[in-house]
């Protein structure tokens, strides 16, 4: 069955950045676009962007260009997003996210990865 | 950006049928879908385009809408369905969520 699986929670200092992870399993990784959501804390969420696993390519909500760098590693399944020059504005659960195979749609969801920005 | 606006909560009692309202500031085509959040938990996919129900999904979850105006309905509503529901909408860059409706039950 398909599963993606994040990295753990991370405490950064304002400033620093982070690299999450998300690792995939269960279907062909290279053939479906996997996004990234942000959600603050009791907030509503956030598309960050996307990122194509066979070509590379990625899709940034204008919001976060400059913020966010998405990577893939095909050879592991597994994707990556970097958050870069962090504020306490970017402390929230980001999730990694798999389209629905029949039509649009976050289909599969990781269970997300809390980033804490304090010093 | 398209703003999805939902009601913040609603209270049903259980083995009522509720209606979860989603109205977009600009017209989404059927680019429209619903997700469940129980706190903690990730989100869960519940109806894509509209009206289509996601693998697994119990069919008492059903939508409807069209142009701006979107509806969630469960028939009938359950103890487990406590929960927030956004929507979401894909036809307008960048995809955008609702502020969600958190499902109270009396």
């Known amino acids: 069955q398909v599963n993606l699986q994040q990295s753990g929670a991370a405490l950064v200092k304002p400033g620093a950045s982070v690299k999450m992870s998300c690792k995939t399993s269960?279907?062909?990784?290279?053939?479906?676009?996997v996004s990234w959501v942000k959600q603050s804390l009791g907030e509503s969420l956030e598309w960050i962007g996307e990122i194509y696993p066979n070509s590379g390519t990625p899709n940034f909500n204008e919001k976060f260009k400059g913020k966010a760098t998405l990577t893939v590693d095909k050879s592991t399944s597994t994707a990556y997003m970097e958050l870069s020059r962090l504020t306490s504005e970017d402390s929230a659960i980001y999730y990694c996210s798999r389209r629905n195979s029949r039509g649009p749609g976050f289909a599969f969801w990781g269970q997300g990865t809390l980033v804490t920005v304090s010093s | 950006d398209t703003l999805l606006t939902q009601s913040p909560t609603l209270a049903v009692s259980p083995g009522e049928r509720v209606s979860i309202s989603c109205r977009a500031s600009e017209g989404v085509s059927s680019y429209m879908h619903w997700y469940q959040q129980k706190p903690g938990q990730r989100p869960k996919f519940l109806i894509y385009e509209v009206s289509n129900l996601a693998s697994g999904v119990s069919a008492r979850f059903s939508g409807s809408g069209s142009g701006t105006d979107f509806t969630l309905t469960i028939d009938p509503v359950g103890a487990d369905d406590t929960a927030t529901y956004f929507c979401?909408?894909?036809?307008?860059?960048?995809?955008?969520f609702g502020g969600g409706t958190k499902l109270e039950l009396k």
């Open positions: 979401q909408q894909s036809w307008n860059d960048p995809r955008t």
């Open positions: 269960g279907y062909p990784f290279t053939g479906y676009w």
